[in-house]
């Protein structure tokens, strides 16, 4: 946001999503299992502020409907679920990676088309370190993926470990470049 | 490619305003750095020296005011659940994370605070965590990030920055008597100052305070874009505006210098003519939000 938008109070709008990087990862992630020694799960997150209008509302069952269509085909399950914060969940279920990265853009990709992208917080992939969960989180305003490691304890993290994720993986996936947006998500359901 | 749709039209009236209001301010300062030079030497020096007052402010006025406010810095371990609701907005808004503070008053406030986007501070008090449910509290920090966002500290030090000259002239002016050169012409032209910033002072004041007016609209509407939920915060200025009255004098009289970046002015009086306040009246301020929350729920536009 330049200067002179500060000065005249804003745009009528939130940044639009950046372009998508988001199947970067699903290539990247072979590299992250093989090279890393991480393992995925199967399952995956898209988080988003639900609001509170029909036209949103339509959008949604809408795609609900579309991924319940596909499913026959991928098998992925789809569930929602909102969190204390007020957004919604909607979590896919499914043992082939390459099915989550494609159903979360098919959920992004509606979202977009119904004007409503910018409503959009991030995706979550959900991997496991000798049995510690590993986040991978795509911040859809950045277009970047930043890794998310909680440690043992009260809403701690394990910044050691994320930037040894970024200096393995940062070559291969659009990184966050700067660490100060590499924002928390406490209690992910997944 | 996806149709762009913007949730909310842009207002292009309150911008109009406030550019409006931006230009006959510098306008006015225009004049009156004429004036002030016209009158000759000594006056330089001075505009040098409330420039560093003013620069000293802008680098300090966040520490200041926390202080004021006996707010202190919450870490996420002290404040999981703010931190938490901070961190999503961000990253809705696209802003780096701000600090957060948190005064220990019963009065329900919370305001914004630093020179620029990296610097800023985000300050809410124990009363509005405790009166607000927790998407009216959103809202409310959705508010003040949007102060963050349109640089508000920065763009009001520097709107006054002549005002603040023009207030000094008008207090200690009569200090300054011998500074207009020769004793031939110092006299009139010491009362062309003293009037000119008599004058500045009283349209810049009223200028100012529109302007801080525009840029509370401004903020509210960044509030609604960024939760989706104007709504929400229109009930959240109910709820606050409805707790201030019941609030014990010496909490208001503590506050009362912190006032211009407050979501709700500690004095609330009905009395008080609007071109006096620095934030518009709450009514004006839930209309703004019900048209917002209207354009909201309107079907959407036929796909263009």
């Known amino acids: ?190 | 490619m996806a149709r762009s749709r913007t949730t909310f039209t842009r207002d292009s009236g309150l911008q109009a305003r406030m550019l409006f209001t931006l230009f006959l301010l510098g306008l006015l300062y225009a004049a009156f750095v004429a004036i002030l030079f016209a009158a000759g030497a000594g006056v330089g020096i001075m505009v040098l020296v409330i420039a560093a007052l003013s620069l000293a402010q802008l680098f300090l006025s966040d520490k200041l005011a926390l202080a004021a406010m006996g707010a202190k810095e919450v870490s996420p371990e002290q404040a999981p659940g703010l931190h938490a609701m901070l961190e999503r907005l961000c990253i809705q808004a696209d802003l780096p994370k701000p600090k957060i503070a948190v005064a220990d008053t019963p009065m329900p406030n919370a305001f914004a605070m630093g020179r620029s986007q990296k610097s800023a501070v985000v300050c809410a008090t124990t009363g509005i965590m405790n009166a607000l449910q927790p998407h009216e509290l959103e809202a409310v920090m959705a508010h003040e990030l949007t102060h963050v966002k349109n640089r508000d500290v920065m763009i009001m030090t520097l709107a006054s920055f002549f005002a603040t000259i023009a207030a000094m002239i008008t207090q200690f002016g009569f200090f300054f008597g011998g500074w207009g050169g020769d004793s031939d012409d110092g006299a009139p032209a010491f009362i062309v100052v003293l009037l000119a910033s008599f004058l500045v002072y009283i349209i810049s004041f009223f200028l100012m305070l529109a302007l801080s007016r525009y840029r509370e609209y401004a903020a509210d509407r960044g509030s609604a874009l960024i939760t989706g939920r104007p709504s929400a915060l229109a009930s959240a200025l109910v709820r606050i505006s409805g707790e201030m009255q019941r609030v014990p004098d010496q909490d208001l009289r503590a506050a009362g210098k912190m006032n211009a970046f407050f979501i709700v002015p500690t004095s609330v009086k009905e009395s008080v003519a609007t071109l006096f306040m620095d934030h518009p009246p709450l009514e004006k301020r839930l209309a703004a939000l019900q048209k917002l929350e209207a354009q909201l729920q309107a079907p959407a536009p036929a796909a263009a």
């Open chain 1, 1 to 190: 946001m330049g200067f002179l938008d500060a000065l005249l109070g804003g745009r009528g709008k939130l940044k639009a999503p950046a372009p998508d990087r988001l199947f970067a990862m699903s290539t990247a992630y072979v590299t992250i299992e093989t090279g890393l020694g991480l393992k995925h799960k199967p399952v995956a997150g898209i988080v988003f502020q639900p609001l509170a209008t029909a036209d949103f509302k339509q959008i949604l069952s809408d795609t609900e409907e579309l991924l319940r269509g596909s499913a026959a085909d991928t098998g992925t399950k789809v569930e929602s679920a909102d969190d204390q914060y007020g957004y919604r969940w909607i979590i896919l279920r499914d043992d082939e990676f390459e099915d989550l990265v494609v159903s979360v853009n098919v959920i992004s990709t509606q979202l977009e088309a119904g004007g409503y992208g910018d409503r959009i917080l991030c995706a979550v992939f959900a991997f496991e370190d000798e049995g510690r969960p590993v986040y991978f989180i795509y911040n859809y305003k950045r277009g970047a993926f930043y890794p998310f490691v909680p440690a043992p304890g009260e809403k701690q993290r394990n910044n050691e470990r994320e930037f040894q994720l970024k200096a393995a993986i940062g070559g291969e996936l659009p990184f966050e470049q700067e660490i100060e947006r590499w924002f928390p998500l406490w209690e992910i359901p997944l």
